[in-house]
């Protein structure tokens, strides 16, 4: 009895909530992705979560196809390859310079990105939580508290990204935690600690902005013209991303939105709606007992 | 919804805590990704890179980061297997019976097949009809034993990896 | 390796990966590094990112292709042609390094007035023997001519301009390997190799360094020695050899393979590269065998007369002596003694080739009763893999210790191509292995770096280290000897064999071991350290004696282990010393980072450049000095010059970097070392689609081939398979699977075999992407998942469209996920060099379909979670467990 009454209990418990720490997030640099799927194996190895099962999907390497609620890093890949007969000719000019004669070999790319939940900085899956067991931790990013979620898949269907889905084993919502535990001990998160060519990297938010600002420059200058950050700021119809991207083409290449939007903000007019439904029912009601009540 | 902190994530922390550490080189290629291995009373929680290593400094390929699993494995055998002549069925055997009879055999064919002399009468002291395949994978410790033990002691020329060229 | 030790002196990769991050230009080609070696590949993506240029040349566009900032498809087998083509742009256009190449290389050299080469010859090189498939004959003229003066005497043309010299010669010999004739025979267009050798130019010399990258997509050939002693004189034309950013790294495949070549499990080598003696009267004494030395071996059944003789007496092989005696009283300890040549005649010897490809031919026809298979899968993962698998039905018993029951283990039952088992006698005993993270010791990776592994854990179950079973077996068998008084049993009655714990076996957190019985592994890298007999450990190669007084077990390791309790291979200092991490494990030899490092330096011993120094010479303390172990005597002045008649190390000169040469200097021609030619010339593979452009001699004419029902070829351009076929490695997986394919994280990564092929193909076959297709071989036919690509390429090959079809190496009939074998297609050939097979380049045809096979194979139940997850991690919180953990049990309150 003593058991239960606590455990009914449980989701109203407040301790007290740690100091507030400087925000970290992910900065992932597809120009340095070599598609390996490390950041897949480890964050499943850290987080010891299952293989979500075996489909060949012919679409170039990737057989993760999304995020799940057990697989929270997913690496996809782009072939993009002009018609053979339109590679173009290249007689080569030896008295260019090397940068030139390089870029003048290019025809047709391979682009990865190793993808992962945004951590928004005002994160939809949050506002729709009906239990508060989505929060901004001290790090500030996105959490979903397992001992709290009673598995609604509010969020689910809020998230502009897909990200999160229910567990087919608990029936709660999971996505990635940006390993939260391993923050706690000043660890880095397990994908971003695998990746080989740091293509993700992790840090300090404001520090994470800089090195992309500066990152965008160099791939710029090097001749890629469709380069371009992706969440670093926010937009007029969206929060700015915890963990955010360099990409090499246009974000729905990617199968990201190009212009994401907060669902909530389409909810004014549902709220109102909303309310005035009710406000009729009751008036109906309130009709039908005033009319059945006697004398 | 406010921030509300459930009594689990305000106490949380990394599992590596009070965890023993164990240096090691991960199994798969040729790079050589120094690695981390974690226990906790004897079992296995964790293996990841070696921050310090010059190799790896912490990375780790997906095989690399895939250790655990091959280590903590559902499918590992782990008692001697046997199958006789034409069964069609696995036994499980004693490692020792194993063992004695792996020795035995051994000795049977050398005693059977040791040539001392070729044609010419140049003394060759070989046997060729054990074999031995593998070692790429195994520690140098393990090949030094393996050559010196087959080839030195038994006289077995027919010993072999996968590193040819 | 003899690609690497004709050219350089020692069978390894010259270099060490994090010095791949200090080059100016990376060319990978025969690898693909960023999906077989993501790790390493670190390196070259911050080169790259340093501004360095990174060449892809490669059939397929990979992974490492989508990084490079240059990629050039070539066809399969065509790499020689467009290395060749390299040469020649350099050498035409006056681009090498003159000052290296003068010092360095052998170009100043004057060729044996008899030698012919192959230019002249349709493509054959003096002394083929065509009814053995080998050089037998007149070998003696692949040499230098010498000078009557006495020993190693060589005649020199320091102008370079003596027809005979080696500089001409070798302009000669690649003066047809035009950018048009390499665009003809590769497919590539002409203008890419112009770009290819222009960017590796204007990134060499004083100021700046390439380096070349290649792995099995250039060994697996029949031509694969000779390719990779092309990159060997792209190297030393260019100046490369020994100098930071520089070098030529050999990506090798798994994690101590380096290792198993050094401490050799290989038929024909003991441990640090001494030959296995021959059953011929040079090799019938151990008088005989140190008299002609190791380049005997290399020479065996040429000729009588050679430079390969100099070996044993100039430079370091000289040495022969003292590692030869160390290693026979390693082993045989105190039985080993001057009256009985140290137990030399215990030694077998050797009286043709038992390396693997041979081994299992001989198997597969009867003739080997038992197989020990240590770690390894052939059944799947070696060429022609279904003759295989009929020679392990043929083995009277086989010993399998691996992990899992992979299909060399399960083949009686399992393979769908075979028979009922109650048809097949082979007695298997499936004895379970240790991981490595289960057990101590060392692995040697593909720098030649000594890593050590510490036991974390015991091994559940039966599981034992393979150290304890070979220990155990070998304690089993001497006492079965004991009391043997044949002296045909003396050598595993004296073999030495202590290995067993003199301190307890205790684990990391301070418990018992479980297993008591386990050897103490250090003993035995003490041993192969070597130690003085009946005394202290050596700290050097140089400490070694030929009068029995030590003891070695692998002469190259020596200072592995310099002292009690100090085991190098366990050394763990990450500092950086300017160019190398010398504290970090212990590379041999001497722990020497950068191979013939004694090149970074100019002939008076100053760095070429600031920005490229390494070692160099110090006047002021008369020393070699500077960011690595010198590779050289460390306190020879650059202008020391031999006097006549000098020998060992006194011959070797002040500027001659390459030490294990008996002239000291890098080959360019390779007056003995290689089998099958002193210069590199492209043959086509044995299987090809298209005829020889170069030479009217279509495929190397030393290569062996095994003639069995089961290994049929389709050589001579068989229009019946116009398609030409490469296997690779996936990132994913690894080798044929027995450590991949048991483990569900990888395996929802890549989950089924497939074949890459070309859209223009798939649409002239009507084959669509993810429908199975067939593809067969002259030794069988196969299905896959087709892979439609615009990645891979149909090229123009002298006029006609040549597509390729791109095979993973990952599948088998055992494990999570099964899938067809590409090795079913690989045939056994081998080339003369090594016995490497031809997995990289060989003929097949693909249609849509499948194969209707009456039996497929059959997966064992997926374990989507590692073992041992069930359960909560003891002594940790609920709520510091893996979130994963909490997801299978939910919540537990209360």
Redesign the interface.
């Known amino acids: 009895m003593a058991n239960l009454l606590r455990d009914l209990l449980y989701p109203f418990t407040r301790p007290t909530p740690p100091a507030s720490r400087r925000a970290t997030g992910f900065f992932t640099d597809t120009t340095l992705c070599i598609g390996c799927k490390a950041c897949e194996v480890a964050c499943k190895q850290w987080n010891q979560l299952p293989s979500d099962g075996f489909n060949f999907t012919a679409n170039s390497y990737d057989n993760t196809a999304q995020l799940s609620a057990t697989t929270w890093r997913h690496v996809k890949f782009l072939e993009q390859f002009p018609p053979s007969d339109s590679a173009p000719p290249s007689p080569p000019d030896m008295n260019l310079d090397l940068r030139s004669l390089l870029m003048e070999a290019q025809n047709g790319r391979w682009l990865m990105m190793s993808d992962v939940c945004k951590h928004c900085s005002a994160a939809p899956c949050q506002m729709a939580c009906p239990t508060g067991a989505i929060i901004h931790n001290e790090f500030d990013d996105v959490y979903i508290q397992n001992d709290i979620c009673n598995g609604c898949g509010y969020c689910v269907a809020a998230c502009p990204f897909g990200v999160i889905s229910r567990s087919a084993f608990d029936g709660h919502a999971h996505k990635c935690t940006l390993c939260y535990d391993r923050q706690r001990d000043d660890l880095m998160p397990a994908c971003a600690k695998a990746c080989p060519t740091e293509s993700i990297r992790f840090g300090p938010l404001d520090e994470l902005h800089e090195h992309a600002v500066g990152r965008l420059e160099e791939v710029k200058a090097r001749g890629f013209k469709g380069a371009r950050l992706y969440g670093d700021r926010a937009s007029d119809t969206y929060s700015a991303l915890g963990a955010f991207f360099l990409l090499l083409d246009e974000p729905s290449r990617y199968g990201l939105p190009d212009d994401p939007d907060t669902p909530q903000r389409h909810m004014i007019g549902d709220y109102i709606r909303g309310a005035a439904g009710t406000l009729i029912w009751v008036a109906i009601l309130a009709i039908a007992v005033i009319a059945r009540a006697p004398g | 919804m406010a921030n509300h902190f459930s009594p689990d994530s305000a106490a949380k922390h990394s599992r590596l805590r009070g965890a023993v550490k164990s240096h090691s080189v991960c199994p798969y290629c040729a790079v050589g990704c120094s690695q981390n291995v974690y226990t906790k009373a004897g079992e296995l929680i964790d293996i990841e890179g070696a921050p310090e290593s010059p190799i790896n400094a912490g990375r780790l390929c997906p095989k690399g980061a895939n250790t655990f699993q091959l280590v903590s494995n559902r499918h590992r055998v782990k008692n001697v297997m046997y199958r006789a002549p034409y069964s069609d069925h696995w036994e499980t055997r004693p490692l020792n019976w194993a063992m004695d009879r792996i020795a035995a055999l051994t000795k049977a064919a050398r005693d059977a097949d040791f040539v001392e002399r070729d044609a010419t009468g140049l003394t060759v002291n070989h046997l060729k009809t054990l074999a031995h395949l593998g070692g790429a994978t195994l520690d140098n410790e393990e090949n030094y034993l393996i050559k010196k033990l087959l080839a030195g002691g038994l006289g077995i020329l027919s010993i072999e990896n996968q590193a040819r060229i | 390796?003899?690609?690497l030790g004709a050219s350089f002196g020692r069978g390894a990769a010259t270099t060490f990966?994090?010095d791949l991050a200090a080059s100016d230009c990376i060319l990978i080609m025969g690898s693909n590094m960023?999906?077989?070696?993501?790790?390493?590949?670190?390196f070259v993506?911050e080169a790259r990112?340093r501004g360095a240029?990174l060449i892809h040349v490669d059939p397929r566009?990979t992974?490492?292709?989508?990084?490079a900032?240059?990629?050039v498809p070539i066809r399969a087998g065509s790499d020689l042609a467009f290395l060749g083509g390299i040469i020649n742009y350099i050498v035409s256009n006056d681009r090498w390094f003159k000052e290296y190449v003068l010092h360095y290389s052998n170009a100043s050299a004057i060729v044996n007035e008899a030698f012919v080469d192959a230019e002249q010859n349709n493509g054959i090189f003096p002394g083929l023997d065509p009814a053995r498939h080998a050089y037998m004959k007149e070998t003696g003229s692949w040499n230098y001519s010498t000078l009557p003066d006495g020993i190693g005497a060589v005649e020199r043309d320091p102008s370079l301009q003596h027809p005979r010299c080696v500089f001409q010669v070798l302009r000669r010999h690649f003066a047809r390997y035009t950018p048009e004739m390499v665009s003809r025979v590769c497919g590539c267009?002409a203008?890419?190799v112009?770009?290819v050798a222009?960017?590796l130019c204007?990134n060499s010399g004083r100021e700046r360094t390439s380096a070349i990258v290649y792995a099995l997509g250039w060994?697996q050939h029949t031509t694969?020695?000779q390719m990779?002693r092309a990159a060997g004189i792209i190297q030393l034309l260019l100046g490369n050899i020994g100098r930071p950013g520089g070098g030529i790294m050999a990506?090798?495949?798994?994690?101590?393979?380096?290792?198993?070549?050094?401490?050799?499990?290989?038929?024909n080598l003991?441990?640090g590269y001494l030959s296995?003696p021959d059953?011929?009267?040079q090799n019938?004494t151990l008088d005989e065998y140190i008299r002609h030395g190791r380049g005997f071996a290399n020479a065996r059944n040429c000729s009588a007369s050679g430079f390969w003789q100099e070996e044993a007496v100039l430079g370091y092989w000289s040495h022969i002596g003292s590692f030869i005696v160390s290693l026979l009283k390693a082993?045989?300890g105190d039985a080993a003694t001057p009256d009985n040549e140290f137990g030399f005649?215990?030694?077998?010897?050797?009286?043709g080739d038992?390396?693997?490809l041979p081994?299992f031919f001989q198997?597969h026809r009867g003739?080997?009763?038992?197989?020990?298979?240590?770690?390894?899968n052939?059944a799947a993962?070696?060429p022609n893999a279904s003759l295989n698998r009929a020679a392990l039905r043929n083995l009277?018993?086989i010993?399998v210790?691996?992990?899992?029951?992979h299909e060399s283990?399960n083949f009686?039952?399992a393979d769908p191509t075979a028979g009922?088992?109650?048809?097949?006698?082979?007695?298997?005993?499936?004895?379970?292995a240790a991981?490595?993270?289960?057990?101590d010791?060392?692995?040697?990776?593909?720098?030649r770096?000594?890593?050590?592994?510490?036991?974390?854990?015991?091994p559940?179950?039966?599981?034992?280290?393979?150290?304890w079973?070979?220990?155990?077996?070998?304690q089993?068998?001497k006492k079965?000897?004991a009391h043997s008084t044949l002296?045909?049993d003396a050598?595993?009655k004296n073999?030495t064999?202590n290995?067993s714990r003199t301190s307890p076996a205790t684990?990391?957190?301070g418990?018992q071991s479980r297993i008591a019985d386990e050897p103490e592994?250090e003993k035995?890298?003490q041993?192969?350290n070597g130690r003085r007999v009946g005394g202290e450990l050596l700290t050097g190669f140089g400490e070694l004696k030929a009068d029995g007084s030590t003891a070695c077990?692998?002469w190259i390791?020596t200072g592995v282990f310099p002292a009690e309790g100090d085991n190098r291979a366990?050394s763990?200092n990450?500092a950086?010393n300017g160019a190398t991490?010398p504290g970090?494990?212990f590379a041999w030899p001497a722990n020497r980072r950068t191979l013939y490092n004694r090149a970074s330096a100019d002939p008076a011993g100053k760095p070429w450049s600031e920005r490229k120094k390494l070692i160099w010479w110090d006047e002021q303390q008369s020393k070699w000095t500077g960011f690595d172990v010198p590779d050289f005597e460390a306190d020879k002045h650059p202008s020391y010059r031999p006097a006549m008649g000098a020998l060992g190390m006194d011959a070797i000169a002040g500027d001659a970097p390459f030490i294990m040469h008996p002239d000291g200097r890098g080959w360019l021609f390779a007056p003995f070392g290689v089998r099958d030619g002193p210069l590199p010339t492209h043959y086509e593979p044995l299987e090809s689609v298209v005829k020889n452009q170069l030479y009217a001699t279509q495929n190397s004419p030393t290569v062996r081939e095994f003639r069995a029902d089961l290994n049929l070829l389709a050589k001579d351009v068989d229009p019946e398979f116009p398609c030409v076929a490469t296997t690779y490695r996936?990132?994913?997986?690894?080798l044929s699977g027995p450590?991949?394919r048991?483990?569900?994280?990888?395996?929802?990564?890549?989950?089924?075999m497939?074949v890459e092929i070309d859209p223009?193909l798939a649409l002239e076959r009507g084959i669509e992407?993810?429908a199975w297709a067939v593809v067969r071989s002259r030794r069988g036919a196969i299905e896959a998942?087709?892979?439609?690509?615009?990645?891979i390429?149909?090229l123009l090959v002298d006029g006609k469209t040549i597509h390729q079809v791109g095979l993973p190496i990952h599948w088998g009939y055992a494990?999570?996920?099964v899938g067809a074998m590409a090795n079913d297609l690989t045939s056994l050939v081998a080339d003369l060099?090594?016995?490497?097979h031809e997995s990289k380049a060989f003929s097949v045809d693909i249609r849509a379909g499948r194969l209707g096979a009456a039996r497929v194979p059959k997966a064992?139940e997926?374990?989507?979670?590692?073992?041992?997850?069930d359960n909560p991690?003891?002594?940790?919180?609920?709520?510091?467990?893996?979130?994963?953990?909490?997801?299978?049990?939910?919540?537990k309150?209360?």
């Open positions: 390796m003899p690609g990966q994090a960023a999906e077989a070696h993501p790790v390493g590949f670190r993506v990112e240029a566009f992974r490492t292709s989508a990084m900032n240059l990629f267009k203008g890419d112009v770009r222009e960017l204007r060994t694969g020695v990779i990506m090798r495949g798994h994690c101590s393979i380096q290792g198993s070549t050094d401490v050799p499990t290989m038929y003991l441990p296995h059953a011929v009267p019938a082993w045989y005649q215990w030694l077998p010897k050797l009286d038992y390396s693997e081994m198997m003739g080997v009763k038992g197989l020990f298979l240590i770690g390894q052939p993962g070696a009277d018993w010993v210790r691996d992990w899992f029951e283990a009686w039952y009922d088992p109650k048809t097949i006698k082979t007695e298997v005993f499936f004895l379970p991981t490595n993270i289960e057990k010791g060392s692995f040697t990776n593909t720098e770096l000594l890593q050590w592994h510490e036991k974390a854990l015991d559940p179950g039966d599981c034992r280290s393979d150290t079973f070979i220990y155990h077996l070998g089993r068998l079965l000897y002296e045909r050598p595993i073999l064999w290995y684990l990391p957190d418990s592994v035995v890298l041993e192969m077990g692998v390791y366990h763990r990450p950086l991490y970090w494990g996936l990132t994913e997986h690894y450590m991949s048991f483990n569900s994280w990888l395996n929802e990564l890549q989950p089924e497939f223009e992407n993810g998942r087709a892979m439609v690509t615009p990645r390429k149909p494990g999570e996920t060099n090594v016995s490497m064992i997926a374990a989507i979670r590692p073992a041992g997850t991690i003891r002594d940790t919180p609920e709520f510091a467990q893996p979130e994963g953990r909490q997801q299978r049990w939910g919540l309150r209360g």
